[in-house]
C-alpha cells in the first residue's frame, strides 16, 4: 500500500510539524505531542482539553482554536495518549477556571484521561470530564465497555467550547456537553477496511460487492453485513438506527443537528448525494433539521464510507452551534 508519509514510525511526529507550519496560530510541541491555542490561559475562561489515537483527523487537533479545544493530546496511529500529554495540556490551558476533559469512550482514552484528571487535580487543576457514547450500532465492542464515541465529538466540542468561550463557569461547560452527549446518536457505515501505517494492509478482510453496517471508527466490527446497497437503502438503515434509539428516550420531535461524515476516503461527490438520502428520510420521519454539516471530520485513515449523526438540539445548543469558531477544520462567523 502505498503512503504519503516518510515511515511509520515519524508519521505522527511528522503530521503535527506540518500542522504548526500551516497553522502559526497554535503552538504545537510535535515531540510531546500536544497542540495549544496560543491564548489558552488567558481571558478567564474553562479550558477545554480533548485527545485521542491519530488517524481521525481533523480531530481532535484540528479543532483546537477560538470557540472550540483549548487543547489537544494526539497519540500515535489508532492508540490512546497518555496521561502525561493530558497533564501538560491541562496546565497549558488553566487559566484557574478549572479544565473540562473530553473523552470517547474507549477503554484506553478513558483509564489515560481518568488517570491524568488526578493528577492535574493533585497540582490544584479543578477538573471535569465529560464521556461521549453516542454510537447506537453496539455496546461493548472490542476496545469499549459501553457505547462507542464518535461523531457527537465534534457536537460536544463545539457546543462546549462556545459555553467557554462565553464565559460559563465549568460546571455548566459540563453540563452543557452532557447534554449534547444524551441528546446524540451516531451509526457508521464501511464500504472498505482502512490501513494503518504500520500494517500497510487493511485492518480486516470486507469483500467485493460488501459492506458493514455499524462499523467503529477503529475499523471495529458492526452489526451486520450485507450485500452492496445503494445510497438510499443505506440512509435508511444508518438513519432509522439512530431515530429508532433516540426514540426510546423521547420522541424524536424537534429539529436536529445533522452531521454527514466522511471516514476518510469518500469524496465529496458521494457524501452529498448520501445527504440528499439522509435528508429525505428524515423528512419522511417528519424530523425538522435546523443545521448541516457535510464532510470528513472524525475519519479512519482511508476506509471508504460515512457515518450518520443526530443531536436532538434546543435553544440553547442551537445558539452555542452558530456561535463563532476558528480552528483548523472548523470555522465561521469571524
Not at 4 to 20: E, F, K, Y
Not at 33 to 46: E, K, L
Not at 259 to 284: I, K
Not at 296 to 309: E, F, I, Q, R
Request: aromatic letters at 4%; charged letters at 20%.
Amino acid at each position: 500500500m502505498k503512503m504519503l508519509i516518510n515511515s511509520p514510525q515519524t508519521v505522527v511526529a511528522d503530521a503535527l510539524r506540518g500542522l504548526a507550519a500551516a497553522h502559526p496560530e497554535l503552538d504545537v510541541d510535535a515531540d510531546a505531542r500536544v497542540v495549544v491555542r496560543r491564548d489558552a490561559s488567558q481571558g478567564g475562561r474553562v479550558g477545554l482539553v480533548s485527545g485521542g489515537g491519530s488517524g481521525h483527523e481533523p480531530l481532535h487537533a484540528g479543532f483546537v482554536g477560538p470557540g472550540m479545544l483549548s487543547a489537544a493530546c494526539p497519540g500515535e496511529v489508532f492508540t490512546s495518549p497518555v496521561p502525561d500529554q493530558m497533564v501538560r495540556a491541562a496546565k497549558a490551558v488553566d487559566s484557574g477556571q478549572g479544565v473540562l476533559f473530553v473523552v470517547k469512550n474507549y477503554t484506553g482514552d478513558v483509564l489515560n484521561f481518568d488517570m491524568a484528571a488526578e493528577l492535574a487535580e493533585e497540582d490544584g487543576i479543578r477538573v471535569e470530564r465529560v464521556l461521549v457514547n453516542d454510537d447506537v450500532a453496539v455496546t461493548d465492542s472490542l476496545y469499549t465497555a459501553g457505547r462507542r464515541g464518535t461523531g457527537a465529538t465534534l457536537f460536544v466540542e463545539k457546543i462546549a467550547g462556545a459555553a467557554a468561550e462565553e464565559g460559563a463557569p465549568l460546571e455548566q461547560v459540563a453540563a452543557v456537553a452532557r447534554r449534547v452527549n444524551e441528546a446524540s446518536g451516531s451509526f457508521g457505515v464501511a464500504l472498505s477496511a482502512c490501513t494503518t501505517p504500520a500494517k500497510g494492509s487493511p485492518t480486516f478482510d470486507l469483500p467485493d460487492g460488501e459492506l458493514e453496517l455499524g462499523i467503529g471508527i477503529h475499523g471495529e466490527p458492526g452489526r451486520e453485513r450485507r450485500a452492496m446497497m445503494p445510497a438510499r437503502e443505506i440512509a435508511e438503515v444508518a438513519v432509522g438506527s439512530v431515530l429508532d434509539d433516540m426514540a426510546n428516550a423521547a420522541p424524536v420531535d424537534g429539529p436536529v443537528l445533522a452531521l454527514v461524515n466522511g471516514m476518510g476516503a469518500t469524496p465529496l461527490l458521494e457524501l452529498y448525494g448520501f445527504h440528499a438520502e439522509v435528508a429525505r428520510v428524515l423528512a419522511d420521519r417528519g424530523v425538522p433539521v435546523a443545521r448541516t454539516l457535510v464532510g470528513n471530520y472524525v475519519t479512519s485513515l482511508d476506509m471508504a464510507g460515512c457515518s450518520v449523526t443526530l443531536c436532538r438540539a434546543d435553544e440553547e445548543m442551537l445558539r452555542l452551534w452558530d456561535a463563532p469558531v476558528q480552528t483548523a477544520a472548523l470555522r465561521w462567523g469571524r
